[in-house]
């Protein structure tokens, strides 16, 4: 995983990757929460679509 990157590379290029270092796997509601997001489908939303003017 990312974790397991070696980094050396992008120390001077800049890049940000600080973003998916901040969360906490093994919180339960963390865990939930990307499975949810990994299980979610458009299709399934009840709100109607729009369409353009």
Known sequence: GFLDLNLTEFK???ANVTGFQLMNYTN???SRTIQDW???????L???KR???
Do not use: I, M, N
Not at 38 to 44: G, V
């Open 51 to 53: 369409r353009l003017k």
């Open 12 to 14: 001077k290029g800049g």
């Open 38 to 44: 990994l299980e979610f489908d458009s299709k399934d």
């Open 28 to 30: 339960p509601t963390v």
């Open 46 to 48: 009840k709100s109607p």
